[in-house]
């Protein structure tokens, strides 16, 4: 009945939305009189923050054309070199690459929204290196014969598109693929793998959520696991390829983002109202983009969700050494030349302060040289991984680490 109910509401909301755009149109069309008075300007605006607020969306296109490297623009190529199911393997190069150019998996989160809302992490690192990324699936897009998704699965999966790269790639994580990035990892390295990564590189993930908890932490364990398993856990109606499937709606995700920060949600639409009224066409475009990716949703297949919730912010699994992959046990002190990156956002409000600074201390295995910190002032937890402080201050720091421990690597082979 919730999802029922939420297509329901939907529809009539894209009528609405529709409806409003075409009267901010006529409101501000030159040729009537309500564009010069001023109350349709105002009227206008309102009209089409409205429309904007309140349209469907559906999965963004990375479009990404060209990259500028060292004052030359390159285009860049998009494409899928790997399939499955629950999410493709998607491959951008360009021609100004040089041969020995490194190869990065980007793991975008499973999380309600699309790979996307890592546009800018792709693009700056698509400037200096081959670049993939994890596109996963929408759940309620996937059809019930192709089986379940959990944590045990994305562990596989990031194994299965490292073997597709090859030998000598590295990891890039953000947010919450830290744990099973950090997961794979370590199973590669016991089984010595020749395909485990060069370097892994975490930013903003949960490994120890009992490091200065946030409200999404203290959401999930203010409830047992079967509390979510029975309130939140919804049925995807027969209109989806996936109908019958039980899943957590990113409907539901994107509410609870949200609250967590509705004033400042609401301020920016305001600002986005007075642009539009100003005529700053620009800025109100941006704010415009910004909430076109963000609340473009995706929902999560429910053993995937309740494991994470159950695994990751209830119990810590990963951190207090209980974690298990296909009934076997994650120990996190066989990683021994993946050298470990963990970066953090000075005021990250989503994974707190020392959340992935703890994978550094749980890779016992790992020499201290083969380890780094880095706290980026300033940075909320987007800004980590998008926007001006991404690509001039932390991108650089990320490229570095890649190139000093993938020759590394590379040499002891040798």
């Not at 986005?272 to 995706?298: N, P, Q, W």
């Not at 992935?356 to 980590?384: C, D, F, M, N």
């Amino acid at each position: 009945m919730l999802y029922t109910a939420y297509e329901l509401q939907r529809s009539w909301l894209n009528a609405a939305s529709t409806w409003a755009s075409v009267g901010a149109q006529m409101l501000s069309n030159p040729v009537l009189p309500f564009g010069y008075s001023g109350l349709g300007p105002s009227m206008a605006s309102a009209l089409e923050v409205f429309a904007h607020a309140s349209a469907p969306y559906g999965k963004p296109a990375f479009d990404i054309e060209a990259v500028t490297v060292d004052g030359v623009s390159y285009p860049v190529t998009e494409a899928i070199v790997m399939h499955r199911p629950w999410g493709n393997l998607l491959h951008f190069s360009h021609p100004g690459l040089p041969a020995d150019a490194p190869r990065l998996l980007v793991v975008a989160p499973m999380s309600g929204h699309f790979a996307t809302l890592l546009r800018g992490t792709v693009e700056r690192m698509a400037e200096n290196a081959h670049v993939f990324v994890t596109d996963w699936a929408d759940a309620k897009m996937v059809p019930l014969s192709e089986g379940e998704f959990d944590l045990d699965d994305y562990i596989d999966y990031l194994i299965g598109f490292l073997e597709h790269i090859g030998e000598g790639a590295h990891v890039l994580a953000v947010c919450q693929p830290s744990v099973p990035a950090l997961a794979a990892t370590a199973i590669m390295a016991e089984a010595k793998h020749p395909c485990r990564p060069l370097t892994l590189t975490m930013m903003g993930g949960p490994i120890d959520t009992r490091e200065a908890p946030t409200s999404v932490n203290d959401l999930a364990m203010q409830r047992p696991i079967e509390w979510f398993r029975h309130t939140v856990i919804a049925t995807v109606p027969l209109q989806y390829p996936g109908a019958g499937r039980q899943v957590y709606p990113g409907f539901l995700q994107l509410a609870g983002f949200m609250s967590m920060n509705l004033g400042n949600h609401m301020l920016s639409h305001y600002h986005m109202f007075k642009h539009l009224v100003e005529g700053a066409d620009e800025d109100a475009d941006a704010t415009k983009d910004f909430y076109e990716e963000y609340r473009s949703i995706c929902d999560l297949n429910a053993a995937y969700y309740l494991q994470t919730v159950e695994e990751v912010f209830q119990k810590q699994s990963l951190a207090s050494g209980t974690f298990m992959h296909r009934g076997k046990p994650v120990d996190l002190a066989k990683i021994k030349d993946t050298a470990i990156l963990a970066v953090e956002g000075e005021r990250d409000d989503i994974s707190g302060i020392g959340q992935t600074k703890a994978a550094l201390h749980l890779a016992t295995g790992l020499a201290a040289s083969r380890k780094q910190y880095h706290l980026a002032p300033e940075v909320g937890h987007y800004g980590i991984f998008n926007g001006s402080k991404w690509r001039n201050r932390i991108a650089p720091i990320v490229e570095g680490w890649m190139k000093q421990h993938g020759q590394a690597r590379l040499k002891a082979v040798a």
